[in-house]
């Protein structure tokens, strides 16, 4: 498959998970693709070696850390030029319930989720706008929709990021940039591998398809809206999430 030939992508968060399977699938599709991981690094060589095609690399980048955000912004479009697309993938939780959340447990998923998006995003735009064009595909969840008790700062960073997304739709789309969002549901990764059976169970009970996902379920729905096929497409979030959340 090479309907992605000529095609460059940064992904954020491409060492594990659902980023690393956004980068197989565009590699495999014949993009060029760069991506972050945070401490993961051998993790992230080994990708680099397995993916097909040429001139793939990686950089460090640590959302919370505007410094280290805007060296790997530097670093990308100098070594790749103008790119086509962009994906905010990498995120993290601390959860807990509200009552006795912690500030810095607030402080670390706002950061990291909400405000480091917004400082890659800021990073590659004005790139985006002198080449007009671009996709940016933003990393939601299931539970920025729904809500969930003991996620109280995830919830609030993942709704933050459908609004954040909505908004730079509205802003550069004249300049002949799309924004949107995918929301996953439950999606077999190290994020989810230490729920206890009740809450998998719970949660299996919740989702009309029977299953959890798996990373490349929303690899799929990514590149879709990374391509030139879904141009038409903007501010939209996509809920990839086996029926568990109706829009
Ligand atoms: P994961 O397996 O935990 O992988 C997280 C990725 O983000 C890794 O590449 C990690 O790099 C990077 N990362 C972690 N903390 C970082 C930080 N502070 N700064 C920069 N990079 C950081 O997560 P995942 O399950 O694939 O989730 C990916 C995205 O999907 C997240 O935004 C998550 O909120 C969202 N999501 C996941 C699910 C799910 O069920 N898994 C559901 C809904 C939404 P290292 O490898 O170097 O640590």
């Known amino acids: 498959m090479s309907d992605l030939n000529g095609f460059s ?29 945070a401490q993961s ?11 097909p095609g040429e001139g793939h690399f990686a950089v460090q980048l640590k959302l919370e850390d505007p410094e280290s955000i805007s060296q790997a912004v530097e670093l990308v479009i100098k070594q790749m030029g103008d790119l086509d697309g ?30 480091g998006s917004f400082l890659v995003t800021q990073g590659f735009l004005r790139s985006f706008v002198k080449a007009r064009k671009g996709s940016i595909v933003n990393i ?17 960073s993942k709704a933050g990021l459908i609004g954040f997304t909505k908004s730079l739709a509205k802003e550069v789309g004249s300049r002949g940039i799309r924004v949107n969002c995918v929301a ?12 206890n059976p009740e809450i998998q169970a719970s949660i299996l009970n919740q989702i009309p ?32 999430n086996g029926g568990m959340y109706m829009n």
């Open 140 to 156: 939601a969840s299931v539970i920025g929709r729904t809500g969930n008790a003991g996620q109280a700062n995830y919830s609030a």
């Open 209 to 240: 398809l029977g299953y959890l996902g798996e990373a490349d379920d929303i690899a799929q729905t990514v590149k879709f809206l990374l391509q030139p096929g879904s141009r038409y497409i903007t501010g939209q979030t996509l809920d990839v």
């Open 184 to 195: 996953p549901g439950f999606i077999k990764t190290d994020m989810t591998k230490d729920l």
């Open 9 to 37: 992508y940064f992904v954020t968060g491409g060492s594990r998970g659902i980023g690393k399977a956004i980068v197989q699938l565009l590699a495999k599709s014949g993009a060029r693709v760069a991506f972050s991981y």
């Open 41 to 51: 690094e051998a993790s992230a060589q080994d990708l680099i070696k397995s993916l």
């Open 86 to 115: 962009l994906v905010n993938n990498a995120g993290l939780t601390r959860d807990g319930l509200l009552m006795r959340m912690k500030i810095q447990d607030w402080d670390d998923v706002m950061n990291a989720n909400l405000r």
